[in-house]
Each structure stands twice: as structure tokens, then as C-alpha cells.
């Protein structure tokens, strides 16, 4: 079975200190997309990144990067100059089954103190 | 500026009592998703849809919900009788067929039965 998991609860960071939230999945197909998205108090869900499986080159949008190892099976967002609207929920999205359904992690909150 | 919309926003209903929630997709988009969120099960897909057509409704009680897409404008999800374990909020997401997966979603609908 196709599994999204994010072990972290939880995360803090400090205004203008960069942070990074981990996520691993699992799969046996070779081509996909991976997707993390926010969820700020408004309950928006918005993209924030996508990564293509077959790149070797890691997304960057901005303050948002991933650091995507494909044989690790691993997808971690790094967030630099954290700004306080970057606290959120933030979840992790892999598509399974095809027919673009994805599945999510049980996500990460993260903090950002001033 | 294209977006999916949801109505209503909130919902307060009484245990028993008939629940439509309703979901414009982005004009162009052809496929729609259906999402439960609760802190208990983070976010669950309930029903799929392309091209109108119901492709997978696995993750919806079958005896309570029902999902439809009367034109492709419009998809709606209705519980019927509600209980209190519905309480949750619903978003509904659309995409198109391409390679990106990507979904976008609507601000969903906080529903609470009484």
C-alpha cells in the first residue's frame, strides 16, 4: 500500500531562522509527483511546492526547497527566513492509485515565534 | 482569478437532519474530489470524480452519503441523516488530467451536527 508519513507533529522556529519538516513515502511506482501543501488558520489549502520524481534537481519556489532523494524515499521542505505568516499546517501529498488522487500525511504544525 | 467555491462556509444542523453541501469546480477542470478533515483522521478522501462520472466513492459510508455531479459546474455531497461523528470540515478539489496532479481546493465547509 501507497503510505505518506510525516513524523513530526509539531515544529518551532525563530523569525528569520530557516527550518525543515521531513516527510517519507512509500511506493513502487517510478514516475509521480510529490506535493506539499499549506493549511494556514484560514483552512485554505495551498500548494506551496511540487516535486517531479524524475528530476534530479530539487524544487525551489522562492523561501520554500526541497531536498527530494528519491532512493530514500524521502521529501523534506526547507523553509529559509521564516516569516511569521509562515505558521501553518503543513502537509505532505503523494499520488496513488492513479486518476491524480493523493494521499496525505497526518501533517505538521508549525510554529513561528517573533 | 480562478478558484474553487464552496457554499455554504458553515453549517450547524441537528442529529438526523439532511445535509447539502455544494462545490463549483474551476471552469475547465474535469476532475473534482470530496475530503473529510477531523483532528482524529486528518484529511480522507471520500469520493472522486472525472468527467461527472464517479470513479471511486471507497472512503464514504455508503448508507449516509451520497456524491454527485449533476452537470460540470456543480458537485454536491449530501448526508443524509446526519449524526454528530459528521462533524468535520469538507473540502471539495478540482484538477485536470495532467501530468502535475496538482488539486486545487476550495475553502470547504465546517459542519456541525448537534
Known amino acids: 500500500a501507497q503510505t505518506v508519513t510525516q513524523s513530526q507533529p509539531e515544529m518551532s522556529v525563530q523569525e528569520a531562522e530557516t527550518v525543515t519538516l521531513s516527510c517519507t513515502y512509500d511506493?513502487?511506482?517510478?514516475?509521480?509527483?510529490l506535493f506539499w501543501y499549506k493549511q494556514p488558520p484560514s483552512r485554505q489549502m495551498i500548494l506551496v511546492i511540487r516535486q517531479e520524481a524524475y528530476k534530479q534537481q530539487n524544487a525551489t519556489e522562492n523561501r520554500f526547497s526541497v531536498n527530494f532523494q528519491k532512493a530514500a524515499k524521502s521529501f523534506s521542505l526547507k523553509i529559509s527566513d521564516s516569516q511569521l505568516g509562515d505558521a501553518a499546517m503543513y502537509f505532505c501529498?503523494?499520488?496513488?492509485?492513479?486518476?491524480?488522487?493523493?494521499?496525505f500525511g497526518a501533517g505538521t504544525r508549525l510554529a513561528v515565534h517573533p | 482569478d480562478a478558484r474553487v467555491t464552496q457554499t455554504p462556509r458553515h453549517k450547524v444542523t441537528e442529529m438526523g437532519q439532511e445535509v447539502t453541501m455544494r462545490c463549483q469546480p474551476i471552469l475547465g477542470h474535469n476532475t473534482v474530489f470530496w475530503y473529510r478533515q477531523t483532528m482524529m483522521q486528518g484529511l480522507e478522501l471520500l469520493a472522486y470524480?472525472?468527467?461527472?462520472?464517479?470513479?471511486?466513492d471507497s472512503g464514504m459510508p455508503k448508507d449516509r452519503f451520497s456524491a454527485e455531479m449533476p452537470d460540470a459546474t456543480l458537485a454536491t455531497l449530501k448526508i443524509q441523516p446526519s449524526e454528530p461523528r459528521d462533524s468535520a470540515v469538507y473540502f471539495c478539489a478540482s484538477g485536470t488530467e495532467s501530468s502535475y496532479n496538482e488539486q486545487f481546493f476550495g475553502p470547504g465547509t465546517r459542519l456541525t451536527v448537534l
Open positions: 501529498a503523494f499520488p496513488s492509485g492513479g486518476y491524480n488522487k493523493l494521499i
Open positions: 511506493t513502487s511506482e517510478s514516475d509521480y509527483y
Open positions: 470524480f472525472r468527467n461527472r462520472a464517479p470513479l471511486d
